[in-house]
């Protein structure tokens, strides 16, 4: 957890965005036991694990980043581009569990 002290705490509050809930990302849930996340585009790998292993009391094996390019998008002659948007795929020790459907 010495990653957890060089990220400062006001970083790791911004650096997850929200859990990527889909089919895709259940399907990764229950056969590789791993969590998506949606995180900031500048996001890092150690910083994301230190947000993960700090906010949800978890610990975490590896973190794996992919960048979604947004697709292009025509309205009428005008054409435009969705967002970019960045995951991270957050695999977890054996018997680590985050449940988002808990209150805290």
Known sequence: ???AK???EE???K???APVISEKATFVADKYEQVVFR???DATKPEVKAAVESLFKVEVESVKMLNRIGKQKRSGKTVGRKNHVK???ICL???QEINFTEEA
Request: charged content about 20%.
């Open 1 to 3: 957890m010495n990653t």
């Open 39 to 41: 995180v900031m585009r």
């Open 15 to 17: 650096v997850l965005l």
């Open 6 to 8: 060089k990220v400062s």
């Open 11 to 13: 970083r790791m509050l």
């Open 93 to 95: 020790k054996p018997g």
């Open 87 to 89: 995951h991270a795929y």
